[in-house]
């Protein structure tokens, strides 16, 4: 979704080795990586924080070459799930900190035009996963209400 709104093309980033199975070095104990992932949820961290921390803290490369399921599914699994998927809440928070810009810097018509873009990803990405059962389908995004649904 990074390009939806621009013109540029390309690919960027890096991929990731195929392998099947983790390496040697690497911590394989599955109840052991289930409770880190729980643990470091309730401690405030999303999934991809959730996974970095995993990588350089606990020798563990990839989540699913042990477990063979997303940090997302073992959340799920265990009971303690985000209310708002990770994607949707960080355009929120994006959307949040141009509308506290916008508040201070009236005639600012770039950023205007950015925040407009940005809650047309967020009611999008609303449909999405009211159509996958994520969302009820009675959500709707309300400016107004934004600084609740992010806190």
């Known amino acids: 979704m990074a390009r939806m709104h621009s013109p540029g093309r390309g690919s960027s980033g890096s991929t990731k080795p195929n392998v099947d199975k983790a390496p040697e070095w690497s911590n394989t104990d599955e109840k052991e990586v289930t409770a880190l992932i729980t643990s470091l949820f309730e401690e405030g961290h999303t999934t991809a924080e959730i996974g970095t921390i995993l990588r350089d803290k606990h020798a563990v490369p990839d989540v ?11 959340l799920a699994e265990n009971g303690v799930k985000p209310q ?7 355009l929120m928070r994006c959307a949040l900190r141009l509308i506290d810009h916008l508040d201070g810097n009236r005639k600012d018509l770039h950023n205007g035009r950015q925040l407009a873009l ?7 990405l609303g449909r999405y996963y009211q159509g996958e059962g994520t969302l009820p389908n009675s959500w709707a995004y309300k400016r107004d209400q934004l600084r609740l ?3």
Do not use: F, H, N, W
């Open 84 to 90: 708002y998927p990770e994607d949707m809440m960080s």
């Open 118 to 124: 940005t809650e047309a990803k967020i009611r999008r």
């Open 64 to 74: 699913r070459l042990v477990l063979g399921k997303r940090i997302g599914q073992v």
């Open 149 to 151: 649904m992010v806190e």
